[in-house]
């Protein structure tokens, strides 16, 4: 019973911390961060394979329509579209849907889906390109820049499809 209160302070001996009673934010404003702050971009699997088939048969028809276009119609075209679906299909279960949702979780708390898109172009885009400067030489260095910015742009489409069935959900 000194009178300095150290019988009641939990560590005596220490400067007790001073907590102000009023805090210099008002409570409504608080509860509205915490809510913008936990807010989740959630997709949901129709959206998910949505968006992965949409890339995929974009892709497969742009990749044929350039065959047609280069070929001046002597070579596949069109017809090169059923063994771009059948040989294509595996690779895009493979490694285009582990790479769709790579991408998205980052962006979760993203709340532009702007940003999400070009996210997607620029990713899928970029991983297309090292693939493909593996499996060609580099004198196709400008066949290989074409097929990344195509698949960049098809990421870029299929992502861009999904917008109203994410919005929905958030």
């Given amino acids: 019973m000194t009178g300095d209160d150290d019988a009641a302070d939990p560590a005596p001996g220490r400067p007790r911390a001073r907590y102000p009673t009023s805090h210099a934010y008002p409570q409504d404003r608080l509860c509205r961060w915490a809510k913008e702050d936990s807010f989740s971009m959630r997709y949901g699997a129709l959206a998910v394979l949505t968006g992965w088939m949409a890339t995929f048969v974009v892709f497969c028809l742009g990749l044929s329509a350039y065959s047609g276009i280069v070929s001046s119609g002597t070579g596949f075209g069109w017809g090169l579209l059923p063994l771009v679906v059948f040989f294509g299909l595996p690779p895009a279960i493979v490694f285009g849907l582990p790479l769709a949702m790579l991408v998205a979780w980052p962006l979760r708390r993203v709340r532009n ?57 958030n």
Avoid: T
Wanted: include cysteine; glycine fraction near 10%.
């Fill in 113 to 169: 889906q702007g940003l999400h898109v070009l996210a997607f172009a620029l990713a899928v885009g970029a991983a297309m390109g090292v693939a493909a400067l593996f499996s060609y030489s580099l004198e196709m260095l400008g066949a290989v820049a074409l097929l990344a910015c195509w698949a960049g742009a098809s990421a870029a489409i299929g992502r861009a499809a999904v917008i109203p069935l994410v919005a929905h959900r």
